[in-house]
Nanobody
Framework: QVQLVESGGGLVQPGGSLRLSCAASENIFSINAMGWYRQAPGKERELVVTITSRGSTNYADSVKGRFTISRDITKNTVYLRMNDLKPEDTAVYYC?????????WGQGTQVTVSS
């Protein structure tokens, strides 16, 4: 079972930046894919970005050019750098790991973009 611990959420003004972290309990190269999803109040959870073990990425159109996923294998950690944040980016952000067709989720971290 893969355990995920997220950190880095908070309150930021429009145009600001945040970096989210997701620490996995095992070697992230043993995980087929990791990524970030988000859920805004009253909406369904949606994909933000995923990265496979080989490094292929898939970004939602709404975040392309603003968000960047990266990883540090020495720390078994995946990061989400979010720039030029907009109020519509406000949501709970969840880290996801998919291993052998099983999905694992972190506890979520709140990101609020407001002036």
């Amino acid at each position: 079972q893969v355990q995920l611990v997220e950190s880095g959420g908070g309150l930021v003004q429009p145009g600001g930046s945040l970096r989210l972290s997701c620490a996995a309990s095992e070697n992230i190269f043993s995980i087929n894919a990791m990524g970030w999803y988000r859920q805004a109040p009253g909406k369904e959870r949606e994909l933000v970005v995923t990265i496979t073990s080989r490094g292929s990425t898939n970004y939602a159109d709404s975040v392309k050019g603003r968000f960047t996923i990266s990883r540090d294998i020495t720390k078994n950690t995946v990061y989400l750098r979010m720039n030029d944040l907009k109020p519509e980016d406000t949501a709970v952000y969840y880290c996801n790991a998919r291993k052998r067709d099983v999905n694992y989720w972190g506890q979520g971290t709140q990101v609020t973009v407001s002036s």
